[in-house]
Every structure is written in C-alpha cells, then in structure tokens.
C-alpha cells in the first residue's frame, strides 16, 4: 500500500516530506482513516486502467498550458492534476453529459460562454477555451 502511495506522489508531483502530503499548499489529512482509505482505493483502482506512459505524455503536452491559465487567475498551479481526474486528459464524454478535459456540464459551459453546439465543434472540447 505504502509503495503504491509512493508511486502515485511521485508521477503526479506532489509534494510529500517525510509522510505528509499536500495539495494546493494545504496538507492532506491522511491520518484521518477515511482520506488515506479512499485514496489508496482510488489509487489501486485506477493503476491498472491507466497506461502511464501515455498520461505521462498528455501531461507533458498539456500542463505547461494549463498552468499559464492557473496563473493568470492565481489559482493554485495544483489544480491541473484535477484534468487527470476528471478524464484522464483526454476529452470525452460522462455518462451524464459531462464532457471535456475539465468535464464541464452543458449548463455550466452555457455560463461560461462556452459554444456546445457550434460549427467548430463542442468547445469544452478546447483545450484553451475549456480551461481559460
């Protein structure tokens, strides 16, 4: 369990000293039973869906567009490892309609200005738009 913990801060950067690990600047309470249990369910569940490699490559190419975004509002550069859980960095569709890198539902994207229905396609679909 530890090594699959470890394996998991390493690809995905976050910062882990001496067993404590944080997200945003804020530590994760993985001393309380039910944070260190759901993340280890989750990490277990997903390792063996998931071809490193290739996610690896997809946050090389994607991250450093991610965090000019981040930074331009001042959101924690963190916050672009929530693409890898919300669809693996890819764009795709949930089974309740949820669709993109970001998963943005139709309503929301209608908010944010997001064209679902344009010529050029669904826009939660653009990497750039979606994440702006």
């Not at 950067?13 to 249990?37: M, Q, R, Y």
């Not at 929301?108 to 229905?117: D, P, Q, S, V, Y």
């Amino acid at each position: 369990m530890k090594k699959m913990l470890f394996i998991f801060c390493i690809f995905f950067s976050i910062h882990v000293h001496a067993h404590v690990v944080t997200f945003c600047g804020e530590v994760v309470p993985l001393d309380k039973e039910f944070v260190s249990n759901k993340l280890m369910n989750t990490i277990k569940k997903n390792m063996s869906l998931v071809n490193m490699a290739d996610l690896r490559a997809r946050a090389n190419a994607y991250f450093p567009i991610f965090d000019s975004y981040l930074a331009k509002y001042g959101v924690p550069s963190d916050f672009k490892y929530l693409a890898i859980v919300e669809s693996n960095l890819k764009p795709v569709t949930s089974p309740v309609g949820a669709q993109g890198f970001w998963q943005i539902m139709p309503g929301t994207a209608r908010e944010l200005g997001l064209n679902i229905n344009g010529a050029y396609g669904d826009e939660r679909n653009d990497l750039h738009r979606s994440t702006d």
